[in-house]
């Protein structure tokens, strides 16, 4: 930035904060620091300058953190942030930690959305047609809906925050109740939470999906590798983990649901397998 921008942005802060003090003191819209006013009400006017300039000092630093976050997810590593902000990669990582690998885990979720974004609206779109207003998951439910309208009302550029909230909320339906008596419901709310495991599964990076390399299906005797987490209201303790057959099997009783998936891309297939679409 040219010392010539630099003097237009403080000339540009300080009327802010003059503006900012007469709103505080009640002034007249000529008031100000030049004005013929008494010792005591000038005073005043500049202590109120005071309390405004490092109000506006606290909330450039709340909006520099933001645009680092934004910088970073589109792209920019620590030492652009640093270069950009005037300091090393190491202070920029210190003054704001957790910002790397932010635009992979947004390629991620753009990816994601792109192939399945369409179907994921389609699928909440027959969840909520098939439930009962009056059931006990009524806030959920009214919750996602908030969701379905703010995701058409959002241009594409901003949409992925309010896809990340509609998969918190589109996870409680999904597994929050006994499924509907009546099948083409069931079968809604059954894919509503297998693609929201995918979903997870593909937006969580690679290290957090390893951990799960120690579980085992939740089947007896059954070596087979575990891919998936089901749940069903009875289990009380929380969703078991099951390989690809016995997923396959368990889907086939009621109330049965995908959860959680341990690789991407095997909750659906799982799901459509289960409900002979495969
Ligand atoms: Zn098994």
């Given at each position: 930035?040219?010392?010539?921008?630099?003097?237009?942005?403080?000339?540009?802060?300080?009327?802010?904060?003059?503006?900012?003090?007469?709103?505080?003191?009640?002034?007249?819209p000529?008031?100000?620091?030049?004005?013929?006013?008494?010792?005591?009400?000038?005073?005043?006017?500049w202590?109120?300058?005071?309390?405004?300039?490092l109000?506006?000092?606290?909330?450039?630093d709340?909006?520099?953190?933001?645009a680092?976050?934004?910088?970073?997810?589109?792209?920019a590593?620590?030492p652009?942030?640093?270069?950009?902000?005037?300091?090393t990669?190491?202070?920029?990582?210190?003054?704001w930690?957790?910002?790397?690998?932010?635009?992979?885990?947004?390629?991620?979720?753009?990816?994601?959305?792109?192939?399945?974004?369409?179907?994921?609206?389609?699928c909440?779109?027959?969840?909520?047609?098939?439930?009962e207003?009056t059931?006990?998951?009524a806030?959920?439910?009214?919750?996602?809906?908030?969701?379905?309208?703010?995701?058409?009302?959002?241009?594409?550029?901003?949409?992925?925050?309010?896809?990340?909230?509609?998969?918190?909320?589109?996870?409680a339906?999904?597994?929050?109740?006994?499924?509907?008596?009546?099948?083409?419901?069931?079968?809604?709310?059954g894919l509503?939470?297998?693609?929201?495991?995918?979903?997870?599964?593909a937006?969580?990076?690679?290290?957090?999906l390893v951990?799960r390399e120690?579980?085992?299906c939740?089947?007896?005797?059954?070596?087979?590798?575990?891919?998936?987490?089901?749940?069903?209201?009875?289990?009380?303790?929380g969703?078991?983990?099951?390989?690809?057959?016995?997923?396959?099997?368990?889907l086939?009783?009621?109330?049965?649901?995908?959860?959680?998936?341990?690789?991407?891309?095997?909750?659906?297939s799982?799901?459509?397998?289960?409900?002979?679409e495969?």
């Amino acid at each position: 930035m040219s010392d010539a921008q630099c003097a237009d942005l403080t000339t540009a802060v300080e009327q802010l904060a003059w503006t900012a003090v007469r709103e505080m003191l009640q002034l007249q819209p000529d008031a100000g620091p030049g004005s013929d006013a008494p010792d005591a009400d000038l005073r005043q006017m500049w202590l109120a300058a005071l309390t405004s300039l490092l109000a506006i000092r606290d909330s450039a630093d709340q909006l520099a953190a933001s645009a680092a976050l934004s910088a970073a997810q589109y792209g920019a590593d620590y030492p652009a942030i640093g270069d950009a902000a005037g300091m090393t990669r190491q202070g920029a990582r210190r003054k704001w930690p957790g910002l790397a690998g932010l635009s992979d885990e947004r390629q991620r979720k753009l990816t994601w959305w792109n192939r399945r974004g369409d179907q994921f609206v389609q699928c909440v779109r027959a969840v909520l047609m098939a439930s009962e207003e009056t059931s006990e998951q009524a806030p959920r439910l009214a919750a996602l809906r908030g969701r379905l309208d703010e995701i058409e009302q959002t241009s594409p550029a901003q949409r992925l925050d309010v896809f990340d909230m509609a998969l918190v909320d589109a996870h409680a339906v999904a597994v929050g109740a006994p499924s509907p008596a009546e099948r083409t419901a069931a079968r809604a709310k059954g894919l509503l939470a297998a693609l929201t495991a995918d979903a997870y599964a593909a937006m969580n990076s690679h290290s957090s999906l390893v951990i799960r390399e120690d579980l085992a299906c939740g089947t007896d005797d059954c070596a087979s590798e575990p891919i998936v987490e089901l749940w069903h209201p009875d289990f009380g303790h929380g969703p078991v983990s099951a390989c690809r057959e016995h997923a396959i099997e368990a889907l086939g009783q009621p109330d049965i649901r995908i959860v959680a998936a341990c690789r991407p891309d095997v909750a659906l297939s799982v799901f459509a397998e289960a409900y002979g679409e495969g």
